[in-house]
């Protein structure tokens, strides 16, 4: 019954902006970081950006970095990715995933994560 939801995706404008959404059940994301994640068509998963708890800064990937925001209310168990400014090459699928904090060593995208989400499509076109 553990699983990870993502909401939010859909199509819009060049410019625009969309907020996604990870909701959590089955766990307390209170004690995982959470990263945000996308795959595009032909090519490879991309972390996009990632929490690791309401004290530590926060990281981007350099393509998002200024234009995504990821935050996170533990008292609704969501982490949530704000996308501000978006471009055509933001279109892919977005997806969430979580990992506990007890491990030996600093978490990065590289993070083998515990529980992923089956993703959101965004698009942008014109």
């Known amino acids: 019954q553990v699983q990870l939801v993502e909401s939010g995706g859909g199509l819009v404008q060049p410019g625009s902006s969309l907020s996604l959404s990870c909701a959590a059940s089955?766990?307390?994301?209170?004690?995982?970081?959470v990263g945000w994640f996308r795959q595009a068509p032909g090519k490879e998963r991309e972390g996009v950006a990632l929490?690791?708890?309401?004290?530590?800064?926060?990281s981007y990937s350099d393509s998002v970095k200024g234009r995504f925001t990821i935050s996170r209310d533990n008292a609704k168990n969501r982490v949530y990715l704000q996308m501000n400014s978006l471009k055509p090459e933001d279109t892919a699928v977005y997806y969430c995933?979580?990992?506990?904090?007890?491990?030996?060593?600093?978490?990065?995208?590289?993070?083998?994560?515990?529980?992923w989400g089956q993703g959101t499509q965004v698009t942008i076109s014109s």
């Open positions: 995933a979580a990992v506990a904090f007890d491990v030996p060593y600093a978490i990065t995208f590289f993070t083998p994560f515990h529980y």
């Open positions: 089955g766990f307390t994301l209170d004690y995982y970081a």
């Open positions: 929490i690791s708890s309401s004290d530590e800064p926060t």
